[in-house]
């Protein structure tokens, strides 16, 4: 099973990017998240769609990402707009875990597969 997240890059404040997710070995029709870890720091939710579509943020990021799905070319993506200085981190991607429950969501240990991220600085 491979993860190859992609469409990291150097932006500046307000800017927009977009990140995507490609998967191999591994559906993502059970769900996927994305999560970030900027230095010193423990990787963190950032957004997640569950197997039924439902899609859940970190308040930091809601009305700012988007994350959206295509079951067929089994990828994912993350629309990130308005981005702030605070956004700057390593950007992952990650398979939700069999079994995982709603309100494991956020929980980063509910995912596996993460891949090598894709790293997203935004310069103010």
């Known amino acids: 099973v491979q993860l190859q997240a992609s469409g990291g890059g150097l932006v500046q404040v307000g800017g927009s990017l977009r990140l995507s997710c490609v998967a191999s070995?591994?559906?993502?029709?059970?769900?996927m998240g994305w999560f970030r870890q900027a230095p010193g720091n423990e990787r963190e939710f950032v957004a997640a769609?569950?197997?039924?579509?439902?899609?859940a943020y970190a308040d930091s990021v809601k009305g700012r990402f988007t994350i959206s799905r295509d079951i067929a070319k089994n990828t994912a993506a993350l629309q990130m707009d308005s981005l702030k200085p605070e956004d700057t981190a390593v950007y992952y991607c990650?398979?939700?875990?069999?079994?995982?429950?709603?309100?494991?969501?956020?929980?980063?240990?509910?995912?596996?597969?993460w891949g090598q991220g894709t790293q997203v600085t935004v310069s103010s």
């Open positions: 769609i569950t197997r039924s579509g439902g899609t």
């Open positions: 070995g591994r559906s993502l029709r059970d769900g």
């Open positions: 990650g398979v939700r875990k069999a079994g995982t429950i709603l309100s494991e969501t956020r929980n980063v240990n509910r995912y596996e597969y």
